[in-house]
């Protein structure tokens, strides 16, 4: 049981214990109570979505003078995924027992990110919760979005990949064997490409026991290797030097970490929480030793900017508005400005990289299928032309 399970059960268990006469009344076999522990043992914790629908209902509740207590109460009461009604009863609880909310939210790190944690803990001293919940809302739904359309961009290749293997795959092993049975016993007269073809299709269909479990063993090997430390930082790496992925990647963390920066700096969280944050929510392990690096740099007094410029990740242009926006005091609306800016160009490398991805698939399906037809169709000609002669 993971440490967010160990506090979402001890919360519900504090819960139960304060409604233990009517716990024992419901608790029977097959009862209401019963099916709601079988309900929350198996569900799955909070997702974006959700902290999402949770955040702008609570902005909204809060801006229209509800407490903070009953604001979460109305939620919690209203929510179906009972982990998440826990969660947000308990934060009612402690707020109640007398901790601030950023506090409270601080008993779930894996359901509220620092981000979130640090955002309200500034909108506390300020005295601007809903607005600042508002803000909050904003930023996850653009990262929702900015999510999507990475996500989307990569579905339409990943199904046309998947059409070519599972099309090459049928004709390798049902109607190509089928087929070749013609030129049974004429093996040497074949040309090459048709010899490949067959020695694929027998390989493929005497050997499928070993070569399926050796490409799934890749692919979860690959899977596990990029997970580890060394396999991660060599995949981020890559992933900056891939032709058509290096300019996706590059503006998706350009703008993920400019925007998160943004809203901290214009949120009133101090510039080294900001950097730290910043870091962690990046998405690829060489931006984030940049922000490590850059905090590091900035706590022995040093500016931003040109720490910045001494990694090659930021283009000189965003470093050069950053450094004005250093100097100008208006940093924050400097970096909503870059940030905006790159949110645009992202959509715009999206809708290029998938219209040069969608020819690129289209021309390796029809040369692969070319290939196998072409394999199938000269030796017909070449015994056609020895039957004329």
Known sequence: ???????????????????????????????????????????????????LNFTNQLSIMIRAGISLQESLES??????????????????????????????????PDVFSNLYMNMVAAAEISGSLSNMLLKLAEYLDQEAETRSQVVGAMVYPLIIAGMAVVTVLFMLVFVLPRFLLVFAGNEDMLPAPTKIIMAVSTGFRSYWYIIIPSVAGAFFGFATFIKTVLGRKWWDATKLRLPLLKTLCRCLYITRGLHTMGVLTNAGVSILDTIAITAQVSGNVLFEAMWNGVHEAVRQGKKIAPSLASYGLLPGGVIQMIQSGEESGSLGEVLGDV???????????????????EPIMIIFMGLLVGFIAMSVILPIFKMSSLVTK
């Open 75 to 108: 939620i919690g009461s209203q929510t179906e995924k009972v982990k998440f009604k826990v969660i947000i009863l308990d934060l009612k609880a402690r707020i109640e027992a007398g901790e601030s909310f950023s506090q409270a939210l601080r008993a779930y």
């Open 339 to 357: 940030a905006e800016f790159y949110s645009r160009e992202l959509r715009t490398v999206i809708k290029m990289v998938t219209s040069m991805i």
């Open 1 to 51: 049981m993971s440490v967010l399970e160990q506090k979402i059960a001890k919360a519900a268990e504090n819960a139960n214990n304060k409604q233990s006469k009517r716990s024992q009344f419901a608790g029977g076999a097959g009862s209401p109570a019963t099916e709601k522990k079988e309900l929350f043992r198996f569900e799955s914790p909070p997702n974006r979505k959700e902290i």
